[in-house]
């Protein structure tokens, strides 16, 4: 499809633009012999600019409206009395169908109907495809010639891209924001309709949690419970025995970096300190469940200790280890920016190195320490993998670590997996897990925002 083409098309043509710019500023200025307002890159970037935005523009709105139009012209092509008497829920099931045919994936035995429309489908599909090349890159073309046309001595090719590139940021800004704001109210809206259905105070401080419910009639299964305290004391069991592991090992292998290694011994041992950070976390999952797992309970088998199979204490071992590099890299970054002069002020009043750091170049690079532990806090609460994997979705309410417990990621996954409708505690649950899991992290930026404003108010 010239689809799978576009961008590079599209990104020979703002490179030509770019040059073409710059080339035309260069042959005006030196016909009229004077100086141009702005560098000869200023008009380059002005005519890319030109070049690249409408045509973006053209293609993030064919991309968002296309597809529905297609969609809709395929269903409304089809026989009344394929469509009679469906409601919306079945005419989502036929539009699915009909889309996975057009994909080359066959259930059973298609109508006549059905298998025209994937046709059809395809063939529009192919027709917007071309389509779009040739618009976006008429549209290039076009905003080539006009923003050409413009490139002279006097123009304030400097003004337009500051411009257009300070409105892009706040375009940018702005849909962060909208984003984070769209997520805080899903979970809002979700979570209320929860809490309709079960009580705020069972929810927060219920010591069982079983949300297996029936979620259509043809089911049976139990009432259900809703419990959140479980989950929750599983998450913080699990990310505790996680920062007990990261910190230390982290934090002292952060100053043995900063303050002891040598040039090259640092250049060499801090990549493979961050290679850990780049491992899948199904890796860290099979390494606990094959190798530390097994390893526990033989160890406690020794000594008369009963490990379960899946414990928390397997996988909070193994998350540390997954998040070390995270601590590690941040603090040593805090540790390097503090001033030399504070380190050469404490060795003239005869400070001994370890003193040096503990009383002096800690305080000061705490911010950042903090800043890293926070960061390594809220991957360990978000982690689902491991937990899935080395825990287990046992909600056990224990501070035993040796025990199988689960998080509120792990039951996030498996509330919605499989044929779910949100109308049901069970699914809506979810939101509500995912609400208290935003709190949580909420509360613990907070944290950090105050021990960063406190210290870096001290020692600036």
Known sequence: MLTSYLPVVLGLLILY??????????????????????????????????????????????????????????????????????????????????????????????????????????????????????????????????????????????????????????????????????????????????????????????????????????????????????????????????????????????IYLAEYAPGRVRASVKPVVEILAGIPTIVYGFFAVLTVAPWLRQMGAAIGLDVAPNSAMAAGAVMGIMIIPFISSLSDDALHAVPQSLRDGAAALGATRRETIIQVIFPAALPGIVGGILLAVSRAIGETMIVVMAAGLIANATANPFEAVTTVTVQIVTLLIGDTEFDSPKTLAAFALGLMLFVITLGLNLVALTVTKKYRERYE
């Open 17 to 254: 633009s770019f040059v073409m710019g710059r080339r035309r500023i260069r042959v005006a200025a030196d016909a009229q012999a004077v100086r141009p307002h702005s560098q000869f890159g200023y008009y380059g970037l002005y005519v890319a600019l030109w070049c690249g935005l409408p045509a973006l523009i053209v293609v993030l709105a064919w991309l968002m409206f296309g597809p529905v139009i297609v969609d809709a012209v395929v269903m409304s092509s089809l026989p009344d009395q394929v469509t009679a008497g469906l409601d919306s829920a079945k005419l989502g099931l036929l539009e699915a169908e009909i889309k996975a045919i057009a994909g080359g994936v066959v259930f059973g035995e298609p109508s006549a109907a059905v298998v025209a429309a994937a046709e059809r489908l395809n063939s529009l599909r192919g027709i917007s495809s071309t389509a779009m090349f040739v618009v976006v890159v008429c549209v290039a073309l076009g905003a080539i010639a006009y923003s050409r046309r413009r490139v002279a001595p006097d123009f304030r090719a400097r003004n337009k891209v500051e411009r257009t590139t300070f409105w892009l940021m706040v375009l940018c800004s702005v849909i962060a924001i909208v984003t984070t704001v769209g997520i805080v109210l899903s979970l809002l809206f979700e979570s209320f309709r929860f809490f309709q259905l079960v009580p705020f105070w069972e929810f927060l401080f219920g010591t069982t949690w079983d949300p297996q419910m029936p979620i259509r009639a043809d089911q049976v299964a139990a009432e259900g419970a809703f419990g959140a305290l479980p989950v929750l004391a599983g998450t913080v069991l699990i990310s505790v025995i996680a920062m007990l592991v990261a910190i230390p090992v982290g934090l002292l292998t952060a």
